[in-house]
């Protein structure tokens, strides 16, 4: 097995503190009773340092349900997923006047909303730590952004209005 250190995976923080919904690129911190969620700093691959954020208003979640999406480079969006189902909390009213934030500081200011979970056991049954996320893109980052970022990824802007 390659070193952490010669991993495609390597120049990106993963926080072991947090799970991760490893197709969609997104983590999920808990702390008493309310989930924060946010993108993954590898999500900087298929997006631009200074995105447009997009928030979508809803008061319950399902997992998988888009809290936000976000246009980086090429009018390439990504769809921000919830890994918990629950109720809305808040969005992260920072990434309004500062989208940077997103994903120059992924796992500080850049998260996205905050979600009282219906079932927290529930959901993070299906999500992954820190280890093994960063082995996920250790398997698909070398075959392509593409594979890699699938599922976070929605056609381009200019391709969803044809």
């Known amino acids: 097995m390659a070193s952490?250190?010669?991993a495609a995976s390597a120049r990106f923080a993963l926080p072991s503190d947090?799970?991760?919904l490893t197709d969609r690129h997104v983590w999920v911190q808990r702390e008493d009773?309310?989930?924060t969620v946010g993108v993954t700093a590898p999500l900087r691959e298929a997006l631009d340092f200074a995105p447009e954020i997009e928030f979508w208003v809803v008061d319950r979640v399902e997992v998988g349900d888009t809290l936000a999406t976000v246009e980086g480079r090429d009018g390439q969006v990504a769809a921000v997923a919830a890994p918990v189902?629950?109720?809305l909390l808040?969005?992260?009213e920072v990434l309004e006047r500062a989208p940077q934030a997103l994903l120059s500081q992924?796992?500080?200011h850049g998260w996205v909303a905050r979600i009282a979970p219906d079932n927290w056991d529930?959901?993070?049954a299906h999500l992954v730590g820190a280890k093994r996320y960063r082995e996920a893109l250790d398997r698909e980052l070398p075959v392509g952004r593409d594979l890699c970022f699938g599922g976070a990824l929605l056609a381009p802007r200019d391709q969803q209005a044809r």
């Open 122 to 124: 529930r959901d993070a």
């Open 106 to 108: 992924p796992y500080r």
């Open 18 to 20: 947090r799970l991760y």
């Open 85 to 87: 189902a629950g109720s």
């Open 4 to 6: 952490i250190a010669n």
């Open 33 to 35: 009773a309310i989930a």
């Open 90 to 92: 808040e969005l992260n």
